[in-house]
Nanobody
Framework: QVQLVESGGGLVQAGGSLTLSCAAS????????MGWFRQAPAKEREFVAA????????YYADSVKGRFTISRDNAKNAVYLQMSSMKPEDTAVYYC?????????????????WGQGTQVTVSS
């Protein structure tokens, strides 16, 4: 079992930056693949970024590639999403997710554990 808690959401102007954090409980965090997803009203949950258990490989949706960076600090049991050059279409609830298979997934059903979500709003 693992518990995930996101933080760092808020209101930011277009072109600005924001960093989200995800704090994880559990002693096996370092073996989990981690992902970030987002969901806007009336839309499906969308893949944003993922990172493998070692932190050596990361993956991004085309919509955020070059603007967002996922990272993890296993010593702190944390994963981060650094967002820059933000656009109004980035507005959504952002969720941290974990899977204990240690493989990277690109769709929501792959992940076993989810945080409660944090709201990100980008104004024009």
């Amino acid at each position: 079992q693992v518990q995930l808690v996101e933080s760092g959401g808020g209101l930011v102007q277009a072109g600005g930056s924001l960093t989200l954090s995800c704090a994880a409980s559990g002693r096996t965090f370092s073996r989990y693949a981690m992902g970030w997803f987002r969901q806007a009203p009336a839309k499906e949950r969308e893949f944003v970024a993922a990172i493998d258990w070692s932190g050596s490989r990361s993956y991004y949706a085309d919509s955020v590639k070059g603007r967002f960076t996922i990272s993890r600090d296993n010593a702190k049991n944390a994963v981060y999403l650094q967002m820059s050059s933000m656009k109004p279409e980035d507005t959504a609830v952002y969720y941290c997710a974990a899977d204990d298979s240690r493989a990277v997934g690109f769709s929501a059903p792959f992940y076993d554990y989810w945080g409660q979500g944090t709201q990100v709003t980008v104004s024009s």
